[in-house]
């Protein structure tokens, strides 16, 4: 099977939803719950124009890609991107990063980046764990890093409500873009 413009993939390990964690944990199994949707897929078809991923790379895609859901009826649906069986297809601005040879590259105008820890000096009346809209650029592509000025390791502040959650091999992450970061600290 051949595509015309998307990839299609197989969510890794067969599943199209993950369960457990690494550590054994069950994360949740509420279908509502998008947190427990998997999102991560292999490669298996390219679209006919010029790409940078090649078959049997590791993708991390948007969390609807895999997501069953009830319709107005109470009926369970499978994904807007199924396919077949355990075929899907997936657009190019709905994939955040690949995995190749076990080197993560940022896929597209985004920045991965990790939490910073709240500084727990003196009496604090916040609980938060986090330093709101501040982290540190852990991926970023080279081709948008140079337009934005920002690289690996900088610590950074980024437009509210533009992070978007990942949990990669146990790391907390956010996937940011990289018009959106404002300021390196």
């Given at each position: ?176 873009p990289t018009r959106n970061i404002v300021a390196v600290l």
């Open positions: 099977m051949e595509s015309t413009f998307f990839y299609l993939i197989e969510p890794l390990d067969g599943s199209e939803r993950s369960y457990v964690n690494s550590s054994g944990l069950i994360m949740g199994t509420n279908l509502e719950d998008h947190k427990s949707t998997q999102r991560l897929a292999k490669v298996v078809g390219l679209p006919r124009y010029e790409s940078e991923l090649e078959i049997g790379d590791i993708i991390v895609v948007h969390h609807n890609t895999f997501r069953d859901y009830y319709d107005m009826k109470g009926r369970l649906k499978k994904s807007s991107n199924f396919v077949k069986d355990k075929l899907y297809f997936v657009e190019k601005e709905r994939i955040y990063m690949y995995i190749r040879d076990g080197i993560e590259k940022v896929f597209g105008p985004y920045a991965f980046v990790k939490p910073v820890n709240a500084d727990r000096e003196g009496f604090q009346f916040s609980t938060r764990v986090e330093k709101e809209l501040v982290g540190q650029v852990a991926l970023v592509d080279d081709r948008y890093s140079e337009d934005e000025s920002v690289v690996s390791g900088d610590v950074v502040t980024f437009c509210k409500d533009s992070e978007y959650e990942f949990v990669i091999n146990d790391e907390k992450f956010y996937r940011v």
